[in-house]
């Protein structure tokens, strides 16, 4: 029997460099799309996922992702004796219940796949989501919901995949391709930021996982990789051949939130795909057409 996906991991140590002086304080998760942090969309996404149990993996100055979800009590109380019931309702549909986000720090930034070790008390040995919240998804179905519903036909690790053009693969994690079945795709290798020449496919991984407990015992060498980094890619990579290991092309959008122009362009299209701000927000690509 399948084991169900109820955990999730959020990598949120990353300093943030490319969005200074914004993320001097403050941390890069916590960069507004219309009116939600990315941090929130991430833990929206996973919820409609069936994911109950949250770990960020936190690091120096990011104390208030875990904040954000707290209950702000005075705020619930202001807004209550005024009545704003709207907002109230909005807050409180945002809350976890109790218990069920935990942090853990990952002291020194040695990779994402060090990072995921450092949650490795949380995952035990359950199977489990990560979701990098500077990937920010629109799509018809929750893209962890997506994943979550390959999980539970192919069963074993899943990774949300795109195409790129040939040119842009060295930024990503690769994949090689073993079986192409369209929406699905087996998987017997996987490269993190290979040069161009040496890369095994244009299909990337995007950050949205299902993996399997067992890649803890991989990253837990500490093998470094690309960039010096222990690196996620290349735990994963030793699952193969043990475990079934899937890409899902999922449908929908990506916006990379790292990045300054992808940022942008996320503001327009939430903005664009929320009915209350949508009619103002073609007003204003109108006057700068
Ligand atoms: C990370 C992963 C990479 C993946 C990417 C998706 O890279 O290491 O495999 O393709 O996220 O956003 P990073 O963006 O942290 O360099």
């Known amino acids: 029997m399948l084991k169900p996906l109820r955990k999730a991991v959020l990598p949120v140590a990353g300093l943030g460099t490319r969005f200074l002086p914004a993320t001097k304080v403050m941390p890069k998760e916590m960069l507004t799309v219309v009116d939600r942090p990315l941090i929130q969309y991430a833990v929206d996404e996973a919820r409609a996922a069936g994911i109950e149990q949250f770990c960020l993996v936190t ?3 990011k104390s208030i992702l875990v904040e954000h979800f707290d209950l702000a009590y005075e705020l619930e109380r202001i807004l209550e004796e005024r009545g704003r019931q709207r907002e109230l309702a909005a807050l409180r549909a945002d809350m976890l219940p109790p218990g069920m986000v935990v942090s853990t720090r990952q002291q020194t930034p040695l990779g994402l796949g060090h990072a995921i070790w450092c949650a490795r008390h949380f995952i ?18 929750p893209c962890m919901q997506q994943l979550a519903e390959a999980y539970r036909e192919t069963g074993g690790n899943v990774v949300a995949i795109e195409e790129v053009p040939r040119e842009r693969v060295s930024r990503y994690g690769v994949i090689d391709v073993e079986r192409d079945m369209g929406r699905l795709v087996s998987i017997k290798g996987l490269v993190e930021k290979p040069p161009i020449d040496q890369a095994p496919s244009n299909l990337t991984i995007i950050g949205r996982y299902v993996l399997m407990p067992e890649v803890i015992g991989h990253l837990a060498r500490m093998e470094k990789g690309a960039g010096g980094e222990i690196q996620l890619t290349d735990g994963m990579a030793r699952l193969i051949g043990s475990q079934p290991f899937h890409g899902l ?8 939130c790292g990045d300054k122009a992808g940022f942008l362009e996320a503001q327009i ?15 204003i690509l109108a006057r700068y057409a």
């Open 59 to 61: 690091g120096r100055g």
């Open 124 to 141: 035990q040995d359950d199977p489990f989501a990560i979701l990098l919240p500077d990937d920010l998804m629109l799509c018809p179905v």
């Open 249 to 256: 092309r999922y449908q929908g959008r990506r916006f990379d």
């Open 269 to 283: 299209a939430f903005a664009l795909a929320r009915p209350d701000i949508a009619p103002a927000m073609r007003e």
